[in-house]
């Protein structure tokens, strides 16, 4: 008598094959929309690290302000891309007023670049005695302030 052996197709293999596919797709899918994402962010801000010394001196008979910015280490300033703005934080003066200037208004010629040593100096009518003020850097190109003194 012969035997017959009859096979039962078992599915059981076939369905965890393709759980195992399902699973490395969704997987890839996933890392994939993580990847592209992460490389389409913005990198960090550029920093321009420098150090300063300022100071306003003002003749008490004339109001006139002499403001003197020394730049005493750090990376050098184009005078493309630097401006600097002088404003009064106390209002006693009549409306805030913003005194801006580019490196070629220094009466001290700073050529292309503010190096280090190098003293920025611009002068200004009506400086008012009692106002405390700011001086600020800023760099134009990126839009950021570079440094910020009293």
Known sequence: ??????????????????????????????????FLWVQNMEGPETQI???????????????IGYLNITHFGGE????????VRLYPVTNTTNGSTVYRYKMEDS????GET?????????????????DLYVVEILDTDHDTIIWVGR
């Open 49 to 63: 690290f420098v150090d300063f010394e300022a100071n306003l001196e003002v003749n008490e008979v004339s109001r």
């Open 1 to 34: 008598m012969s035997r017959r052996r009859f096979y039962r197709r078992d599915r059981k293999g076939v369905s965890e094959v393709i759980g195992t596919i399902l699973i490395l797709a969704i997987t890839v899918v996933l890392f994939s929309t993580l």
């Open 114 to 130: 503010w190096d280090i040593g190098e003293t920025f100096r611009a002068v200004e009518i009506n400086i008012v005695l009692d």
């Open 76 to 83: 050098e300033l184009n005078d493309w891309m630097t401006e």
């Open 107 to 110: 009466t001290v010629n700073l």
